[in-house]
């Protein structure tokens, strides 16, 4: 049996809700979210800490509080939910194959799709640390789930790789909880978290931050963690010998990044951008293949989710002009290509019909900047710059590019970022 | 007079503040928040608590919560432990109070989940 | 009194207590972990060799070649997967050349079906991505992957199904002689039994120097390896092998039967068999030396790490033998590479050497020799609707990398070797296998464990013993660590 709507929308974390919630606005009466877990919220239902919505609600939220302000406004629409359910495949026509224990095997069909299926964390086996491999090395976002939804407690004595705001966060919530935070090791000499993380989760408790650190050994012949040793790394990121220093623990957490969740989407034949492991868009979330949106971190991952609930927007209206037919079609007038000192650039495509007044374009920097100029060039002429203070990796960036200045761009518009009195 | 160096915890832009901690006089901060901040940190630093209590009757077994405004940051731990004392029962609503005047702080202990 | 005690559960012991199910026997394993296939057999390069390594007239020689033939109707029989996908040797220099050319000979000489040597320019064609300084290769069509812990455990599956005994958690510490036979002493276990099998993998030869003298000695030689995403797992379509060297045969490149990519392993000697760390070093030269056979690799989408331990020993064969001091006492040691080929030839060698040593074989008027699982991902849309209608646990998808539903979860849970870990669950039916290395998954598989096994999620554990995952509850007064 096949089942048609005009909207699916692949997962429900505050993407999914996002973007069902514009394109309903927007006019579209049939629209199914599926979410794989049992409820609607995503990731952020384990992000119990505060620091969501200071800039989309203008006050400081926890994520549950956050997410459930989504819930409560799609609850107020007629957007149907299927949680518990998990997509198995999406094909190049718009079908979804899904599969939950209520419904049994199903086939949808849409009229458009937006994909919003969020990220994983990186794992060991991804980053290879050296030594044995008992139980108690997990990411933080493992822990953080048990810990939080569960309420469970992971381990005693902890050493933290990786300084990403969820490793800062979950030290914090495992010392309140009474474990002992020994070390939090950053492999870069800077920490990509924020720095009131670094300040509230791990300056509060004493809990010491080793910059240009790693973790160069784990032990445990017993079953579960007993020792890791952690060495100074040079300026290659190699561990330096003879500076190598033991802590007894018994976890390990790890969070060491985050990758977007596009097997679906690759699978579907979407064209996927290397820099960002998402897919390539265009100026409205829409993919390589026509009618499939996405946004949120299936495309990128973010550092604020208020940026994902602006993008999300962006790609259920779009979504629901698609479904209206009265989107920007066929290839791209503008392909934004990635200059010195910028990583990836989001959207990597532009079609000036569907810019209306100015696109937005996100980037990150490779390195750590005081400050520098923002350039944006197209064939050999500067069409804007930007001003901006501190620049870094752990922080995106965003520019808007007016349309009257895009119009007088050609082919490929390159962004860069030159580092001030460098 | 010392001048006392930190980063602004107020929001995600971390502004590097200076404050006199004789005359509280605060410098860095790129908005009225951020003063208040650092005039706190020097004289009654304060922190959201944000946690857990046992829920009965839900999906899961914990409930998340937050203290409604900051409390002292010496209270913390203590507070972790009056909150190991208590137990709900679903249906609960955001915003719905777990424990008032949390150890006599006069801030409230509020669900931030509906479950 | 049994007449059989095989000591350890790896992949030989496994074996050998099939080919003893299909006998009137009293027959038991006995095997140190909560779980069988937990020592080299389950970190290894998970390949059925061709056969042309072996110097001709050895044992191994033999025994891979004929192992390989009864591997593969074994696991078309006990569904455990398993592709002839024929392996290359590569040859990047005229000394290379010459060392193909060589084992081809050998090859010949063992009786390895299809051997034969390609040009460069055949083997571009067959596999693009290969590195362009290959001069030649040896290519042998009866090479295979397989899953080696689900290979041990259908052959453990159908052992106990069909009538012998297993007794996991008994490691043993004594073996006396009494009249007629042995006293084992295996964990809770004393075991009185006519003769033993010794399949203790990397401890054989301690085994051994409890019943009988001193025979030959483990040098344990470790293996790293990296298992990279099912995104790389087309990057060849054979196995592919470098010239083997007196380390062994070097750092390969292969699919898995699971769709992933294996890449490795080093050589290194370790002083103890369970020392499976994985070390900064030994990953590099895999990486290094990989890069010679296949330079496009992308480690970037490496999903995990981890290290096996050959059963090496001072002999250059197989020890295969009733030990001439212990009547009855029969050595499976030694079996390093290709000793998960050969298994189950090893098996069947065993057999004669315990009727040799007075067994009596008197084959049973039935034995049940089938084996197969629900694979959900494996299924058309049509059986997938049809499963989910009759059971709908089919229908919740656990391991959202692989695929793999509660119900199959369960059915492992309750199949006839019951599974204590999450890794257990993971060798019977592969969730954590994926990408995400079990982190959204398995605090769901471990609830689905307490739940069917009705322990509590706390006493579940991750692996062997010890390998506990969780400390107790949050909101304990003074915090729960303390």
């Not at chain 1, 991952?301 to 479904?323: C, K, M, N, P, W």
């Not at chain 1, 350039?375 to 930007?386: L, T």
């Not at chain 3, 078309?76 to 040797?89: F, H, M, N, Y």
């Not at chain 3, 290395?437 to 398995?442: A, T």
């Amino acid at each position: 049996m096949t089942e048609y709507h005009d909207l699916i929308v692949i997962g429900g974390g505050p993407a999914g809700l996002a973007a069902a919630c514009a394109a309903w606005e927007k006019g579209v009466k049939d629209i199914l979210i599926i979410e794989r877990d049992k409820e609607l919220g995503g990731i952020l239902n384990q992000c119990i800490h505060n620091g969501f919505g200071l800039t989309y609600f203008k006050e400081e939220l926890t994520g549950p509080e956050y997410a459930g302000r989504f819930i409560k406004m799609l609850f107020d629409t007629g957007v149907k939910v299927r949680t518990d359910t998990m997509v198995l495949s999406i094909t190049e026509n718009k079908e979804v194959h899904a599969v939950n224990n209520f419904d049994g095997y199903m086939v949808l069909r849409a009229k458009a799709i937006v994909l919003t299926m969020g990220c994983r964390e990186r794992t060991r086996g991804a980053i290879g640390i050296p030594g044995d491999r008992p139980a108690g090395v997990l990411t933080a976002g493992a822990a953080q789930r048990y810990m939080n939804i569960e309420g469970y407690m992971v381990g005693k004595r902890v050493v933290i790789l990786g300084s990403g705001d969820i490793g800062l966060i979950m030290a914090r919530r495992m010392t309140l909880e009474g474990a002992k935070v020994l070390a939090c090791v950053e492999l870069m000499p800077y920490s990509n978290g924020l720095n009131r993380n670094i300040v509230q989760c791990l300056n509060d408790f004493d809990i010491p931050l080793y910059l240009a650190h790693t973790i160069t050994d784990i032990v445990g012949k017993h079953g579960r963690v007993e020792k890791v040793v952690v060495s100074a790394v040079d300026e290659n990121r190699r561990p330096v010998p003879g500076t190598e220093m033991e802590f007894d623990c018994d976890t390990v957490l790890l969070s060491v990044g985050l990758i977007p969740e596009n097997e679906l989407s690759r699978n579907a034949g979407i064209e996927i951008d290397r820099r960002t492991s998402g897919p390539v868009v265009f100026e409205n979330m829409e993919t390589s293949i026509p009618g499939v949106f996405a946004a949120g971190n299936v495309v990128h991952v973010h550092d604020l989710v208020d940026f994902v609930t602006g993008e999300s927007q962006r790609a259920g209206r779009a979504a629901a002009d698609y479904i209206a037919g009265s989107s920007a079609a066929g290839g791209a007038d503008l392909e934004l290509a990635n200059g010195e000192h910028v990583n990836y650039t989001v959207p990597q495509k532009i079609r000036l019909a569907g810019v209306d007044k100015a696109a937005g374009v996100f980037f990150r920097v490779n390195k750590v900047m005081a400050a520098g100029t923002v350039r944006v060039m197209s064939g050999g002429v500067q069409i804007a710059a930007f001003k901006r203070q501190h620049m870094a990796p752990g922080e995106m960036e965003q520019i808007q590019l007016p349309r009257a200045l895009l119009e007088k761009a050609q082919g490929t518009v390159t962004i860069s970022v030159e580092e001030a009195n460098a | 007079m010392a001048i006392r160096k930190m980063i602004c915890i107020t929001c995600p832009r971390g502004c590097h503040l200076e404050v006199d901690d004789e005359t509280l006089q605060v410098r860095g901060n790129t908005c009225p928040k951020g003063e208040e901040y650092g005039r706190n940190e020097v004289t009654d630093p304060r922190r959201v608590l944000t946690s857990t209590v046992r829920i009965e009757g839900a999906a899961h077994c914990r409930l998340p919560v937050k203290t409604a405004a900051p409390i002292p940051k010496p209270l913390l731990l203590k507070a972790m432990d009056a909150l190991a004392e208590v137990t709900v029962k679903a249906p609960v609503r955001v915003g719905e109070v777990v424990i008032r005047d949390l150890l006599g702080t006069g801030v409230d202990l509020v669900a931030t989940k509906e479950m | 009194m049994v007449d059989v005690t095989i000591i350890g559960c790896g992949v030989i012991g496994a074996a050998t207590a099939y080919e003893l199910a299909h006998y009137d026997l009293r027959t038991v394993v006995v095997e140190r972990e909560n779980d069988v296939s937990t020592g080299t057999t389950k970190a290894n390069s998970a390949i059925i060799h061709a056969g042309y390594d072996p110097e001709p007239g050895t044992l191994m020689a033999r025994l891979n070649v004929e192992g390989n033939r009864r591997t593969k109707e074994i696991a078309a029989r006990l569904d455990v997967p398993c592709k002839e996908i024929g392996s290359l040797v590569l040859a990047f220099d005229e000394a290379d050349v010459k060392t193909v050319e060589e084992l081809y000979r050998r090859g010949v000489a063992n009786g390895v079906p299809g051997v034969r040597v390609l040009s460069a320019q055949e083997v571009q064609a067959l596999e693009p991505n290969l590195s362009k300084e290959v001069k030649a290769a040896l290519l042998a069509p009866s090479a295979a992957i397989i899953s080696p812990w689900e290979m041990c455990l259908a052959l453990a599956e159908t052992a106990v199904k069909n009538g012998v005994e297993l007794r996991l958690n008994s490691p043993v510490t004594a073996i006396e002689k009494i009249e007629g036979g042995y006293r084992v002493t295996a964990g809770d276990s004393v075991i009185e039994t006519r003769t033993i099998v010794n399949a203790a993998g990397v401890h054989a030869d301690q085994i051994n120097d409890l019943a009988a003298p001193h025979a030959f000695t483990t040098r344990p030689s470790r293996g790293e390896y990296y298992l990279m995403d099912k995104s790389q797992g087309a990057l060849v379509d054979h196995v592919i092998f470098q010239c083997p060297n007196k380390d062994g045969k070097g750092v390969l490149v292969s699919p898995t039967v699971h769709g992933n990519l294996i890449v490795g392993p080093n050589a290194e000697d370790v002083a103890d068999g369970d020392d499976v760390a994985v070390t900064a070093a030994g990953l590099d030269f895999v990486r290094e030396k990989a890069a010679k056979s296949v330079p496009g690799i992308n480690y970037r989408d490496s999903i995990r790490n981890f290290s096996g331990v050959r059963a090496v020993t001072d002999q250059p064969d197989f020890v295969i033998c009733e030990s001439p001091a212990a009547k009855g006492f029969i050595n499976l040691g030694g079996i390093k590479s290709p000793g998960l080929s050969s298994a189950p030839a090893i098996a069947a060698e065993a057999v004669k050497l315990l009727a040799g040593a007075g067994v009596e074989l008197k084959e049973k008027a039935s034995f049940d020799d089938s084996r197969s699982r629900v694979r959900f991902k494996e299924l058309s849309s049509k059986e997938k609707t049809a499963l989910v209608e009759k059971d709908p646990a089919y229908g919740r998808v656990i391991c959202r990398c692989e695929t793999i539903t509660e119900g199959e979860i369960v059915d492992a849970l309750h199949s006839v070797i019951p599974p204590v870990s999450i890794d257990g669950v993971k060798r019977r039916c592969n969730p954590g296998m994926g990408r995400c290395q079990g982190g959204f998954c398995g605090p769901r598989v471990q609830e689905i464990i307490a739940r069917e096994l009705g322990i509590s999620q706390q006493e579940v554990l991750q692996d062997k013993a010890g390998s506990r995952i969780i400390f107790g509850q949050t909101k304990q007064k003074g915090g729960a660590a303390q």
